[in-house]
């Protein structure tokens, strides 16, 4: 990037900012950009880097003569650098002690703007949010990721409405990051072994704010032709790509850290593609000289893994065979056998098909996990609970952290200057504060209206322009799609529909009465269309096909202009649906929505969700801030669900979508639909935010992990030894554990509603401590459908010791009194260092 530093003196910050994503979330800065050059930004895809490459000197020249330019590069200039220089942030004015901790946020796809199109949907915009807030919060963050040659891909849908992806190789030169080099400036490369040879990263460095992103590039020239391919596609090529890509990752991430002189305390793996991370940590203390006990408890207590993935045919696997030809040489290195290492992620799945699932060897190599909501937390639990044997389900210890959005990246410009003008320009301070946000009730409903009509048309002038360009590859004029001044009228209600486009997602569903639909969208006097845009995966025949169906109805009368597919999904496109929507659609097949945060996005804008009840929106819905569909209701039937969905979908929209948008006061205000909106803004803004998403990762996950990884590691590892020790004793003793109801209980194991009665355990603990073990007794409501449902337990105390390694347990014990309650009992480990109680997965039921 040479040409940067022949810019002119007076045009010099531009360097820095150009090749900073903090850009990518001022708006200051991108009007900044946009000013230099609008054809050139928006036909470098938003990139400052290209803009600036083929920026003629005659422009260039005219800009250092530019006085209002320079004085405004000037203030975003100060402001970048005032951002970058604060100190102490906000982590550090917390946790002063742990500000030289590396946390390491590793993920195959980091979406943080669309000049480094590093993502394909929710999953790398999620973690390029997460950095985003990590930086705004001055968390001890870096990220580790891959860089692919050819991004995702560029969607294009003919005619025919037929999805056809296009692949053009981005030129690393252009893009804002940099090549990370040694002492001698040449590029630092690592290395790992595929299968029979070496092959050699490059790492880039993308600063976002105050975080470093590294991603690694298999694209060297000492690789192979193939090998060089490797890190071509984000989710392409095949089986043999993909573990390739992901040894890369997660093995090559760590050696990447090394070979920066990065040592992080915490691991995050988001999503299991980066669990091999784990196997070469292994491999590490090895090497340091632990032995492989010692080595699996630091891995495991300093690594947290995040599922995003309610779906078993999601969740990565590869088969034994695939995975010999991998890693033979390095379980051996490890020093396991092939059984052993099998063992680590071995998984059954729903076809009854045995494999090694990456999943379940995040799970074995974590014992920090988490899903992505409440429900989704449930689900996961439900998926993955072969994996801890004994432990009840609800249990099981996989958290949730319900996903959050990037406020400030997400926040339309023009709502940014309506919160400073009446809630203050301190709102950034804020976005934690639910009462802060009570003040959006100040903004006179005339203003926070017709901010929204301005959205709308902002909107639709950026959407015509993209799908004019898609009408222009059409030569033939085979096809019955309407001109572009022909769609989105800005005045009319408009429905966003935005997403990855899965079956379970149902994109189709609201066509499932076209007639009853047809009617609803041409109303004279209430008008309704509706906007949908998303990507199928390049191999997901099924997703391609509600494409198509899509696009024929478009095509038709009653529909033509009415309903809209816009191609090319991105970020940008994102950011216009998201902050022009009245309405986001959402209605997947519950529970399979992990989470979603493309409708977080349209609240903070003035929208306003009419959704399924899955993933973050119950955690939302409060009656009044947007629409339930369906009311959480479930069949075992599809076709019976997509019915009763429907027709919830059909008379909400009838009956209060609609009459609430078009009913209007003499203003010409709708004021129910502002009143919702507001609601809506102000429940969700707060609570949907990746900066209350990474301070409960702080607060939940990274810290203890920080605090566990210190006091292991101490004086040589010595109370790591020490814990393994005790970890090796209790489970060479917990088989021969054995315990009995004394009387007054043994005969009756069930509770009457409201009864009172002293229960006493007998536990033989095989010579361990008292100490050593928490003895429970479970109470369970009779009537629960499923054992470990509606649980309560109570921790007996110790009463006496009986001899013999005999010890006598028990309390007084009153059930509830809404129902006859059975009981059981069961043996825990005890040890104040753990985690949590299920961390080394131990346990012993009377039962």
């Known amino acids: 990037m040479t040409f940067l530093k022949s810019l002119p003196e007076e045009l010099k910050p531009l360097e820095g900012l150009s090749q900073n994503l903090w850009f990518s979330w001022n708006y200051e800065a991108i009007e900044l950009f946009k000013k230099i050059d609008l054809g050139l930004w928006e036909s470098t895809g938003h990139n400052p880097v290209a803009l600036l490459s083929r920026l003629s000197p005659e422009r260039m020249q005219q800009l250092t003569q530019d006085a209002q330019f320079l004085d405004q590069l000037q203030q975003v200039n100060q402001k970048f650098q005032a951002y970058l220089q604060t100190k102490p942030t906000v982590f550090e004015q917390k946790f002063p002690q742990f500000k030289d901790k590396v946390i390491a946020y590793f993920s195959a796809e980091f979406g943080v703007h669309e000049s480094l199109p590093n993502y394909s949907g929710g999953l790398g915009i999620l973690a390029g949010d997460h950095l985003k807030s990590a930086s705004d919060l001055g968390l001890p963050l870096v990220g580790v990721g891959l860089f692919y040659k050819y991004a995702y891909f560029t969607q294009e849908v003919d005619e025919n409405g037929n999805q ?15 090549l990370v080099t040694d002492a001698q400036g040449q590029p630092l490369t690592i290395s790992v072994f595929l299968k029979d040879r070496m092959v050699q990263a490059h790492i880039w460095q993308a600063d976002v704010g105050r975080i470093k992103l590294f991603l690694l590039d298999s694209n060297v020239e000492a690789n192979r032709p193939e090998d060089r391919e490797i890190t071509g596609t984000l989710y392409g090529g095949t089986r043999e790509t993909r573990i390739q890509q992901e040894i890369i990752l997660g093995i090559g991430g760590i050696r990447a850290l090394r070979a920066m002189g990065y040592d992080p305390t915490v691991i995050h793996m988001n999503e299991g593609h ?315 097949r519950r529970p399979l929505e992990a989470s979603g945060t493309s409708g977080q996005k349209v609240p903070i804008n003035g929208g306003i969700n009419l959704s399924i009840l899955d993933g973050w929106w119950p955690e939302a819905y409060n009656g009044h801030n947007g629409w339930a569909i369906g009311d959480g209701v479930e069949f075992a039937d599809p076709e019976m669900q997509d019915q009763h969905d429907s027709q919830s979908l059909y008379e909400l929209l009838e009956k209060e979508v609609v009459p609430n948008f078009y009913d209007r006061d003499e203003n010409g205000v709708p004021k129910r639909w502002v009143q919702m909106a507001k609601e809506s803004f102000k429940t969700i803004i707060h609570q949907f935010s990746t900066h209350r998403m990474i301070w409960e990762y702080l607060e939940k996950y990274y810290l203890p992990g920080i605090k566990q990884a210190e006091y292991l590691a101490a004086d040589n590892y010595a109370q790591l030894k020490e814990h393994v020790r005790w970890l090796k004793n209790i489970s060479s003793k917990w088989s021969a554990i054995r315990f009995n109801v004394l009387a007054n209980g043994a005969e009756n194991r069930i509770f009457s509603a409201g009864e009172e009665r002293e229960i006493n355990i007998v536990v033989y603990l095989d010579g361990l401590k008292p100490e050593e073990v928490k003895v429970e007794l479970v109470l369970e409501r009779q009537d629960a459908l499923q054992s470990h449902q509606n649980m309560e337990t109570i921790t007996l105390p110790l009463k006496k010791e009986l001899g013999n390694g005999q010890y006598e347990y028990g309390k007084k014990i009153k059930a509830k009194s809404d129902g006859a309650y059975r009981f059981s009992c069961r043996v825990l480990p005890n040890n104040p260092k753990l985690l949590h109680k299920h961390d080394i997965r131990l346990i012993k039921w009377l039962d």
């Open 164 to 178: 056809i992806e296009k692949y053009k190789a981005l030129n690393p030169e252009q893009l804002p990051f940099q």
């Open 274 to 588: 980066s669990a091999f991370s784990g196997l070469e940590r292994l491999r590490e203390l090895l090497e340091l000289g632990l032995t492989f006990d010692e080595a699996l408890q630091m891995v495991r207590n300093s690594a947290l893994f995040t599922t995003h993935t309610p779906i078993p045919a999601g969740n990565e696997a590869f088969e034994f065979d695939l995975m010999r030809t991998y890693f033979k040489t390095f379980w051996e290195n490890l020093g396991l056998n092939e059984e052993q290492f099998f063992n680590l992620g071995r998984h059954i799945n729903e076809h009854h098909h045995e494999n090694f699932s990456l999943t379940v060897l995040a799970l074995n190599l974590s014992s920090m996990s988490n899903g992505v909501s409440a429900i989704h937390g449930r689900v996961s639990r439900a998926m993955w609970k072969q994996a801890f044997p004994g432990i009840p389900e609800e249990e099981i210890p996989i958290g949730h952290i319900t996903n959050g959005v990037h406020t400030e990246t997400w926040l339309h410009p023009l709502m940014i200057q309506m919160i400073e003008k009446y809630l203050g320009k301190d709102w950034r301070a804020h976005l934690q504060d639910a009462d802060y946000w009570q003040k959006i009730d100040q903004v006179p409903d005339e203003v926070f209206w017709q901010t929204m009509q301005q959205l709308r048309r902002e909107m639709t002038d950026y959407l015509r322009g993209e799908y004019a360009k898609r009408l222009q590859r059409f030569a033939s004029g085979n096809h019955h799609f309407p001109p572009a001044e022909q769609i989105l009228d800005p005045e009319t209600l408009t429905i966003g529909f935005a997403r990855r486009f899965a079956p379970y997602k149902r994109a189709t569903l609201i066509f499932k009465d076209p007639q009853r639909l047809k009617k609803i969208l041409n109303n004279p006097e209430r008008p309704v269309q509706i906007l949908f845009a998303g990507k199928a995966h390049p191999q997901n025949d099924a997703g391609k096909e509600l494409i198509r169906t899509i696009n024929h109805f478009a095509q038709q009368d009653g529909y033509r202009g009415k309903i809209v597919f816009i191609e090319g999904y991105s970020m940008a496109v994102s950011r216009a649906l998201v902050s022009g929507s009245d309405v986001w659609l959402n209605n997947p």
